[in-house]
């Protein structure tokens, strides 16, 4: 397999970091996770995705309880038994089977080690690196670490898997049993590693030789967002433009003035972009969208900061926030109109009826969407929220159900389908049904949304009716 960087996978792949980076820093790691994974079992050859999923995982397991984990390691006797059978032929099939399992939750030993092995014959050691380094931290021992230098070591990072050596050899008694071999090997290889540093040839590590140069890299990378550091990429694509000029590089240079909080220099620069290609994309016309109202809304805000300051507040407010209503309906709909095969665009417009209250439309909208298997499970989700709020409580309990059906794994959708499905059966007069749901989403995460109030009022109606 032929690794890639960020920058030479499709810009999508850039734009997923992005969105799942700022998931986790509002500390929904779950969001995170279920954004990212699919992209890394399309792109195995990027290892950035690999440092970022992991790092989301673990964030993700902190919330989960025994019982999560209990589920992953029984199912994992069944997985394994399938991932081993397609290993031989298809390692890299194997490895995005070993990714769908770690989603759900990453301390699993078995999966872990799977991956590392499925890697490793798929000649992706960065895969085999993260597997393994994820299991060293959750579960050490000499023989894990030991694995993990040597794949540090085919991965090409001599001074990583130096580090590991030497800890290795910190907590081994007797030292006659150190693996001089591995520890000469790495340390060989952390010298040219070392020799290399400066060579803006060498690997991206090289990179690191430079402050500047590393952090704009990884915001090409979309893994840092913090203002300040941002306008160092603004800064060094404001000179290239000056040399020449790139719609790619303007493009990115718009996402940059979006995390720096520059809104209407990000507009002025995707329109740019937009005006040169001349048709209407609808991924760069949503990026517009956005910056579009973010500028809007930045502005409603320094008038609630200081409506002293201004002369009649509460009507720029008002007029800010019908523009921002109309702007937003105008292109959600431009788009579903324009593109009336891209699922996607007509699931936004769908939803947005959906928030509006126009509760009919979002019904023969989402109807329509549910014939597209991609689509079919969220859009049966909404048809049952849609049969709640016009009072149809049986046809609401059967979209609900049909769509908890067709969900094989505990996540966010799952568990939003299981407490709309809690709700509509409790209306239906069901109430060991709406608890036996209540129940699962509590396994998997304690204190979701006001389920423990609800399943307690069950649970006090029942006693009092017994």
């Not at 030479?8 to 986790?24: C, E, F, G, S």
Request: hydrophobic share 40%; proline share 4%; charged share 30%.
């Amino acid at each position: 397999m032929i690794r890639k960087s960020v920058s030479q996978a499709p810009i999508y792949v850039r734009d997923t970091l992005t969105r799942a980076a700022k998931m986790a820093a509002a500390q929904d790691f779950e969001a995170a996770v279920d954004t990212l994974y699919p992209v890394i079992c399309k792109h195995p050859e990027v290892p950035a995705l690999y440092e970022k999923l992991r790092e989301y995982e673990l964030g993700k397991l902190k919330t989960q309880g025994g019982g999560v984990k209990f589920l992953a390691k029984l199912g994992a006797f069944f997985k394994m038994m399938r991932i081993g059978a397609v290993m031989g032929k298809d390692p890299v099939k194997a490895m995005e089977l070993c990714e769908v399992s770690l989603a759900f939750c990453v301390d699993n030993p078995a999966i872990l080690n799977a991956l590392a092995k499925a890697s490793n014959a798929a000649d992706a050691p960065w895969g085999a690196v993260s597997a393994l380094d994820t299991l060293c931290k959750l579960h050490p021992n000499p023989m894990r670490m030991k694995q993990l230098a040597e794949a540090m070591q085919r991965n090409g990072q001599g001074i990583d898997a130096l580090k590991v050596h030497q800890n290795i050899i910190s907590q081994t008694v007797d030292k006659k049993n150190v693996d001089k071999a591995g520890l000469q090997a790495a340390m060989v290889l952390a010298s040219i590693e070392r020799g290399n540093f400066n060579d803006q040839k060498s690997k991206k590590t090289a990179n690191a030789a430079d402050a500047e140069d590393a952090i704009i890299q990884q915001l090409l990378n979309g893994t840092i967002h913090d203002a300040d550091q941002a306008q160092l990429l603004i800064d060094r694509f404001s000179a290239e433009l000056r040399k020449k000029d790139s719609v790619d590089m303007r493009r990115k240079m718009a996402d940059a003035y979006m995390i720096a909080g520059k809104y209407e220099d990000a507009l002025r620069e995707y329109r740019t972009v937009s005006d040169s290609l001349g048709v209407l994309d609808p991924v760069l016309d949503k990026h517009i969208e956005k910056a579009y109202i973010a500028n809007l809304r930045s502005m409603v805000e320094k008038l609630q900061a200081s409506p002293e300051e201004y002369d009649d507040p509460e009507g720029q407010i008002a007029a800010l926030e019908k523009d921002i209503y109309d702007y937003h309906w105008k292109h959600t709909r431009l788009r579903a109109e324009r593109f009336p095969n891209d699922m996607q665009l007509q699931f936004d417009l769908a939803e947005l009826q959906f928030e509006c209250d126009m509760i009919d439309e979002a019904f023969a909208s989402f109807s329509a969407i549910a014939e597209n298997p991609q689509k079919r499970r969220g859009s049966l989700v909404y048809m049952g929220r849609c049969s709640l709020l016009r009072n149809e409580v049986e046809q609401a309990v059967g979209f609900l159900r049909e769509a908890v059906n067709e969900m094989p794994r505990m996540d966010k959708y799952k568990r939003e389908a299981m407490y709309y499905l809690g709700n509509a059966l409790e209306l239906a007069g069901d109430p060991e049904g709406a608890k036996e749901n209540y129940r699962q989403i509590l396994v998997s995460m304690a204190g979701y949304r006001d389920v423990p109030e609800r399943l307690s009022a069950l649970d006090a109606a029942g006693q009092q009716v017994g």
